[in-house]
């Protein structure tokens, strides 16, 4: 079993940043891809980034390419989003997963994290 522990939500300005983490535990040795999706309320789930296991293959929405860095840290189990230019569109629960490929499909999934862009 993988838990998966995210942190570093909050509520920011438009124009801001935030770096969200995501603690990996559990069945770590396990060469997992990691990534992030979120939720807006009454929008569907959509994919935000991922990054392979050893780093060198990353993925990002469209709509936050340029803003948005995915990187892991593997001595620490860690991933990252971080957020800079943050828009009131970005507001959404963010979820860290684990999968075993880049592309999906990720079968584990961690409780959201709220943030908030006001504007």
């Known amino acids: 079993q993988v838990q998966l522990v995210p942190s570093g939500g909050g509520m920011v300005q438009a124009g801001g940043s935030l770096r969200l983490s995501c603690v990996v535990s559990?069945?770590?040795?396990?060469?997992?891809?990691m990534g992030w999706f979120r939720q807006a309320p009454g929008k569907e789930r959509e994919f935000v980034a991922a990054?392979?296991?050893?780093?060198?293959?990353?993925r990002y929405a469209e709509s936050v390419k340029g803003r948005f860095t995915i990187s892991r840290d593997k001595a620490k189990n860690t991933v990252y989003l971080q957020m800079n230019s943050l828009k009131p569109e970005d507001t959404a629960g963010y979820y860290c997963?684990?999968?075993?490929?880049?592309?999906?499909?990720?079968?584990?999934w961690g409780p959201g994290t709220q943030v908030t862009v006001s504007s």
């Open positions: 559990g069945r770590t040795f396990m060469r997992y891809a």
């Open positions: 997963v684990a999968g075993n490929t880049v592309a999906g499909p990720y079968i584990y």
């Open positions: 990054i392979n296991w050893s780093g060198d293959d990353t």
